[in-house]
């Protein structure tokens, strides 16, 4: 019987030179998967039972997807849950065709089908990947994991963690997650908050570390809503890189971090902790910090002290866009409640279950709201005429916001708007196609702040 183990070379011979075209057959090999589906995931603390969630490949959170910056992820996405879902990858500057978002770039992928995900990631940094169908719930039921692009060089640290914040909103009894998904409460203020705060898929994380040794932590916030202030103790640093961009030189980190729904920072710091502990800490609703990620320290590396680290290398297209050139846009954020939007407009708007509008439009609707030519700078107002903070996010490309005297700030894909507030931000429409531009609070997202536009 012929060995299944032929090598190459054995085929290759076998053939004429002429069969050696991508025609002749070869049929790439399947793409690794990547499954939606039902697991078990112990997200409470010991002694309470396991948390039923919607998982990528049965795991909390996702796997942890690794690539080298310019080359392809291929993942075939498999859906083995009983609704349909589709997967968006988060902060890549990506093919409109991989982009993920039901309705819009792709068909939802219908239980017990696939979808072939096969895109390059042009940027080194920290993304995440998550659901991009009803992902107010799919996100929240765990559907989300790290997507990190490395760089070519690799900044010299001893260890590269990614800490993923989330929240759940568990029944305190059973530990399950509640399935009240369209609660009016939930859409019309802050948005649907946990009540159960953790990492990585766990109540209390704790790293180990070593005295002097240095850390990139990749911090991703992949809540629905909740806005995460931190402050490290034992540790400090650098913040070198905004969801995903790598700042032009490395920053000493703020004594508070502020990370809103779907935004990453990248920080380099050393541990410089005295004692056995250091810890990321979390400022709560009633003003007190808490523990988010505990870091044991145990020994200590034999280097005590290091020079500042270099600036991450940049990525390419980073220019900020001509704004002498720029198409002017305004974008009106308004509705929820204790909005200022006129009573018998807001009754419209709950008849069909929208409590927001972005642009005066209860998203998503046709047409979009701005179509720009390919490589057009714009300058896009955002208005915040609410009583609730939004973290605005764009598909597709960075922007800039632009500050007092048009300085530029850093390149982000999600931008936090305090209630009342107005931001400018800036981009070039270099990437074609359909892209979303929404709240990432994302029960705000469905019920009306996700708007859309278009570049061709
Ligand atoms: Cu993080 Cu429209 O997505
Ligand atoms: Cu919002």
Redesign the pocket.
């Known amino acids: 019987m012929q060995s299944f183990h032929l090598t190459r070379r054995a085929v290759l011979a076998g053939l004429g030179a002429t069969a050696l075209s991508a025609r002749a057959g070869f049929a790439d090999p399947a793409p690794i998967p990547l499954t939606a589906q039902r697991a078990l995931a112990q997200i409470a603390p010991e002694g309470y039972p396991q948390t039923e969630i919607w998982s990528y490949d049965g795991r909390l959170p996702g796997p942890e997807l690794r690539l080298a910056q310019g080359t392809r992820l291929q993942r075939r996405f498999v859906n083995s849950l009983e609704v349909p879902s589709s997967v968006?990858w988060?902060?890549i500057r990506i093919e409109n065709a991989m982009d993920g978002?039901a309705g819009l770039t792709q068909e939802a992928v219908a239980p017990g089908a696939s979808f072939d995900y096969d895109f390059v990631a042009p940027d080194a940094g920290t993304y995440?990947y998550?659901a991009?169908t009803h992902?107010m719930e799919q996100?929240a039921r765990g559907l989300s994991g790290a997507l990190i692009v490395q760089e070519r060089d690799a900044p010299d640290v001893d260890r590269d963690e990614v800490l993923m914040f989330d929240d759940w909103l568990l029944d305190p009894q059973t530990a399950q997650i509640a399935p009240d998904f369209s609660h009016p409460m939930d859409l019309s203020h802050g948005g649907r908050f946990g009540n159960l705060i953790g990492t990585n898929g766990r109540f209390a994380l704790t790293l180990r570390a070593k005295r002097h040794e240095r850390l990139r932590l990749r911090l991703i916030n992949a809540a629905n809503a909740r806005i995460f202030v931190l402050r490290l103790t034992g540790l400090s640093g650098w913040q070198v890189a905004l969801d995903g961009m790598p700042l032009p030189a490395p920053e000493p980190i703020a004594q508070e971090i502020v990370l809103a729904?779907?935004q990453r920072i990248d920080l380099i710091v050393d541990v410089t902790a005295e004692g056995q502990e250091a810890a990321i800490e979390r400022l709560g609703n009633d003003a007190q910090w808490s523990r988010q990620v505990g870091v044991q320290i145990t020994g200590a590396a034999s280097r005590s002290r290091r020079a500042p680290p270099a600036a991450l290398p940049p990525n390419p297209k980073m220019d900020p866009p001509d704004l002498a050139q720029a198409r002017p846009l305004e974008m009106k954020i308004e509705g929820g409640a204790m909005g200022r939007m006129p009573m018998s407009r807001m009754r419209g708007l709950m008849q069909s279950g929208k409590f927001w509008t972005l642009g005066g439009q209860a998203g998503p609707v046709d047409p979009p709201f701005a179509r720009l030519f390919l490589g057009e700078p714009v300058r896009l107002r955002m208005v915040n005429d609410t009583a609730f903070p939004h973290a605005m996010?764009l598909?597709g490309m960075h922007f800039r916001e632009v500050l007092e005297g048009e300085r530029f700030g850093p390149m982000r894909?999600?931008l936090l708007t305090e209630a009342g507030a107005s931001h400018e931000i800036a981009f070039t429409a270099d990437n074609p196609g359909k892209w979303?531009l929404?709240c990432?609070m994302l029960a705000h997202?469905a019920a009306g702040m996700?708007s859309w536009i278009e570049v061709s």
Request: aromatic share 4%.
């Open positions: 968006h988060h902060g978002v995440w998550h991009h992902s996100v729904p779907a996010h598909h894909d999600t979303l929404h990432h997202a996700t």
